[in-house]
């Protein structure tokens, strides 16, 4: 499995070459062709590796390995399509080059920090009754529903205008594109987040009220996704927020609120934990917390930065 995170990092180039490009179908399609992979493992591989003798496990890695290739070859073909010639060019001395790694370091920094807030924060619920970890992946998983369909998509969609009225010094055209997107963004997933406070029981029984997840399961999960909704159109507006700053050559600031707001998560969930004696439902309320502070900071530091200096630093 460790060739799939070669074929995604060159995969991802050429879907970040697509969006710059304004062509979003290959880029849609690829995760798609990604888990049409894991499919074709599970359900041909791993009876072929049984019959041959070998770890059933294994065909689910080469169901893996096989998505990601999918994954890629899409990209590359419709970045090709694009008019994308590969050049073998490997200069530190040129300028484009040193920004880019230099505009990495913070994300890099910022998704590492994202990586330890979900390790720690599954340890604390291991700390609790049976079950309590799952109880939390199954809401997590469902309030991330309206944070990518809508959130994420509206911000991958308007991140190539951002940028192309960034780079042209275009501050009103950037302002009104940018309050488009949120005002957009915040309209439809708004409702979404009422919606699923008042469905979440429902939801919850539906989609998983089989076998052993049932009665106290259902509730327990329930009650969770309903506070977790309390967050859910921050979270959906961050990621827009977020490719402002990028679009003005900026990861610093989005960095520096993102690991600020992580601490307030972890922090929030320890005290949460083991001094109010929660349950899973007080990681839920430190994480709806530490959305909706993230998403404050990063507005008032928005009009902050836009108001003492240039459009694009």
Known sequence: MLLSPVLFSLSTIFGSILQSLERFWAYAIAPVLYNAGIIVGALYFVPWMKAHGHAEVLGLGFGVVLGALMHFILQAIAAKMAGFKFKLIFDFADQNFRKIFKLMIPRTIGLGAYSIDSVVVNAIASTMAAGSIAVLNVANNLQFVPIAVVGVAAATAVFPRLSMHASSQEKKEFEQKLNSALRTTALIVTPLAVAGIFLSHWAINLLFGVGLFRG?????????????????????????????????????????????????????????????????????????????????LLWIFFKRFTKSSNLLQ
């Open 216 to 296: 106290t399961s259902i509730d327990l999960t329930a009650s969770v996704l309903m506070i977790f909704m309390f967050g859910v159109v921050a979270q959906s507006l961050i990621p827009i927020l977020s490719r402002a700053f990028y679009a003005m050559h900026n990861t610093k600031i989005p960095v520096t609120v993102s690991i600020f707001s992580i601490i307030i998560n972890l922090s929030l969930a320890w005290l949460m934990t083991f001094h109010f004696h929660a349950d899973v439902r007080g990681l839920a309320i430190a994480f709806a917390v530490a959305g909706n502070i993230n998403f404050l």
